[in-house]
Structure formats: C-alpha cells, structure tokens
C-alpha cells in the first residue's frame, strides 16, 4: 500500500524568507503523480504544484519549487520569498497508476509566516 | 463562474438525525470525492465517484452514503448521526483521466458536530 509521509507538523519563516516543507512517500509503482496542496484557514483547499513521477526535471511554479528525489523517494516543497498569505496548512498527496486518481494524504504541515 | 459549493457550511445536529450534506460543481466534472478531515489532520477518502450511477467506498470506512443521480450533485448521507461522526467533510471534483494528474478542485467543507 501507497503511504504519505509528512514529518514536520509545523514550520515557520520570516516574511520574505525561504522555507521547505519536507514529505517522504512509499510506492511499489513506477507511473505515479505527486502533489502539494494548500488548505488557508476556512477557505478552499488549492492546488499549489504537481509533479509527475516519470519527469526528472523539478516542476516551479512562480516562487514555489520542488525539489523530487525519485530514488529517495522524497517530494519537498521550497518556498521562497514568503508572504504572509502562504501561511496555511500544505498538504502532500500521491497518485498512482492503480489509484486512478484517488489521492492519498500526508498528515499535513503547518506553516506560519512572521512579519 | 465555475466552481465547486457545498452545504451547509457548518451544522449541528443532534445523535439519531438523518442528515444530507450537499456538494454540487459547475464544472463539468465526471469525478467527484468526499474526504473526512479531523481538525488539524490529514483528509481520508470515504467516497467516489466516477461518473452517473457510479458511486464507490474509498480507504476509509464510513457509515455514510452517497449518490450520483447527475452529473454536477454529489450529497452524502449519514441516517443516523452519532458523536463519531463529527468531523470536517470535504467535497471535490476532477476532469476524467485515467492517470490521475488531473487537479481535483476542493468545495469549502462543511464542519458536521454531532451532541
């Protein structure tokens, strides 16, 4: 069975700092999709970065990168330039060939961003 | 505007009640999900669904139900609340893709206490 691994439960940054947010997974695929999501307090959960497994470049998306180790099977997320609107709970999830699109959760980190 | 709503946002209710969670989106989407999240936790999927008159259990065991009678409603059902049951449940929708890479887009939630 697929597991999700997030072991920091809360990070914090200094506005206009860089921060990274770490997550582990543990797969027996090779065709898999990972995710980071962003859930704001009380508003909707967003889609932050995704990246596909058989993609060895890093995918960006404007100041949010990821740094995948396939081998490692790690999946963090860099954060660079903070602004007070990152803070939320981000949440790393995966997708697999035999999941069909059902995403499996890590337990979620908790960022804090300080003016 | 396309997007994804769900109903009531909050709702308390005492032990025994029958209740119906609504989840509807305006997108179009053929895959629809309801995740149960405990205050601070991972989310879990407890049901999907892939299409009309497609509806499956996900990971998690929940006493709940669901139904797809169309394309764009997705509610939940719980006949008779228990205390267990309290907990944030969360709706979302895909396009069709098999891989699964496809961005689910998440509703609001609605936070379900149960006395």
């Known amino acids: 069975a697929q597991t999700v691994t997030q072991s920091q439960p809360e990070m914090s940054v200094q506005e206009a700092e860089t921060v990274t947010l770490s997550c582990t997974y543990d797969?027996?695929?090779?065709?898999?999709?990972l995710f980071w999501y962003k859930q704001p307090p009380s508003r909707q959960m967003i889609l932050v970065i995704r990246q596909e497994a058989y993609k060895q470049q890093n995918a960006t998306e404007n100041r949010f990168s990821v740094n995948f180790q396939k081998a490692a099977k790690s999946f963090s997320l860099k954060i660079s330039d903070s602004q007070l609107g990152d803070a939320a709970m981000y949440f790393c999830?995966?997708?697999?060939?035999?999941?069909?699109?059902?995403?499996?959760f890590g337990q979620g980190t908790t960022l804090q961003v300080k003016p | 505007e396309a997007d994804i709503y769900q109903t009531p946002r909050y709702l308390v209710i005492g032990t025994g009640k029958k209740i119906t969670l609504e989840c509807s989106q305006t997108m179009g989407h053929d895959k629809m999900y309801w995740y149960q999240q405990d205050p601070g936790m991972e989310l879990h999927l407890i049901h999907y669904s892939y299409g009309v008159n497609s509806t499956e259990k996900g990971d998690l065991s929940s006493e709940s139900t669901v139904s797809r009678i169309r394309t764009e409603h997705f509610p939940l059902t719980l006949e008779s609340a228990r205390p267990s049951h309290t907990s944030q449940y969360l709706c979302?929708?895909?396009?069709?893709?098999?891989?699964?890479?496809?961005?689910?887009?998440f509703g609001p939630g609605t936070r379900l206490t149960v006395l």
């Open positions: 979302a929708s895909s396009e069709f893709e098999n891989s699964g890479r496809n961005e689910q887009f």
């Open positions: 999830a995966y997708t697999g060939s035999s999941n069909t699109g059902k995403l499996i």
């Open positions: 797969t027996s695929e090779s065709d898999y999709y």
